[in-house]
């Protein structure tokens, strides 16, 4: 009997290579089996681009053989245009004997009408094969279509004694409660993320750029918290060198769009934390680190807003400052990384 698992571990293996570049699409794996053995593998390409499925088939060179092959993919195949023609209909059109497939797609384009057209061309359709892992695999993607924002990841380092910050700083410079290690592994998490977001009070405290740089990626787009345009002109963020979105109040003086800058108004009253998520909707962004002080991260944590936190526990002691945010979970999983101790929450 084939072990469908062992491939759909292959395409889960290969979708990783997509991820921080082909959103708003999920960044699917594609595998095709020819006699236990596979002959091409393929994963999706920048946004507008091809999709895995296009990428796994055009890697054969006979495609006479494919009409006795399984192709293995983490999420069903599309049926509908949009940047790209459907896959479904690819597949379709080259007969392939199976289609396994992770898990569905929640997006109401696509609904199960991928895999319907496959069985309708006759091809067998075996459905939900490591689908926990694939949902995982896809979650930005999910959250996206099920939840209408984006998946929202918390992060903060705290000190043993529970502040993220002494209460007067003697210089303009950052103080790192983190070690060099873990900050090397928050520039990974902001290369692999489509944003990142921090408060009026971390800009002018620390004038952070907010982009990757012990890491190679993709820097994020910047959403910035600035109701009364309190911070200067001068600082990091406004240096037009990635997509920056300013977040103001309602009724302030009216602010014009530039080069990589634009400005969006909330009412900062009320329900903040969801309309930020509507505005990250409306920019097309599936994920957001919310890497800013206390308040805004407790703003997110009280809204009940929030997939996963990361919170990085340094060696060292404040013993007074602004305490770190309080967050009611349980730890999903621990770990060292030389003196801190990184814990992760999920809101599951």
Excluded at 112 to 119: D, H, N, Y
Aim: contains cysteine.
């Amino acid at each position: 009997m084939i072990n469908h698992e062992i491939y759909i571990k292959r395409c889960l293996q290969i979708a990783k290579n997509g991820i921080s570049s082909t959103r708003p699409n999920p960044s699917v794996g594609a595998v095709i089996v020819l006699n236990n053995k596979i002959i091409a593998e393929g994963f999706t390409s920048k946004y507008g681009e091809s999709h895995a499925e296009v990428n796994a088939v055009n890697a054969v060179k006979d495609k006479s053989v494919l009409k006795n092959a399984t192709i293995y993919v983490t999420l069903e195949p599309c049926s509908h245009f949009g940047k790209t023609p459907p896959c479904a209909d690819l597949l379709a059109k080259h007969q392939f004997k199976n289609v396994v497939i992770g898990c569905k797609d929640t997006n109401d384009l696509v609904a199960g009408k991928g895999i319907e057209r496959l069985k309708k061309a006759g091809i067998n359709v075996i459905v939900g094969v490591l689908e926990d892992e694939c949902r995982k695999h896809h979650k930005r993607f999910f959250t996206v279509q099920d939840k209408k924002r984006p998946y929202i990841i918390l992060k903060w380092a705290e000190t043993k004694d529970g502040f993220v910050a002494p209460l007067e700083k003697d210089t303009q410079a950052p103080v790192w409660i983190s070690n060099k290690y873990s900050q090397q592994l928050v520039h990974k998490l902001r290369a692999k993320e489509q944003a990142i977001l921090v408060g009026t009070n971390t800009v002018i405290a620390d004038n952070p750029k907010l982009n990757v740089r012990s890491w190679s990626g993709n820097n994020p787009i910047r959403i910035v918290l600035d109701k009364n345009l309190r911070i200067p002109k001068s600082v990091h963020i406004f240096d037009a060198s990635v997509k920056t979105i300013v977040l103001i109040n309602k009724g302030i003086r009216k602010q014009e769009n530039k080069e990589n800058l634009f400005f969006e108004e909330i009412d900062f009253s009320n329900n903040i934390a969801k309309q930020i998520c509507d505005v990250l909707q409306k920019h097309k962004i599936q994920s957001v680190i919310i890497e800013g002080g206390t308040q805004t991260l407790q703003t997110f944590i009280d809204a009940n807003l929030w997939d996963e936190a990361l919170v990085f526990v340094g060696d060292n002691s404040f013993y007074t400052g602004i305490k770190a945010p309080i967050l009611s979970a349980k730890i999903t999983s621990e770990r060292k990384i030389k003196n801190d101790i990184l814990k992760i929450y999920t809101n599951d």
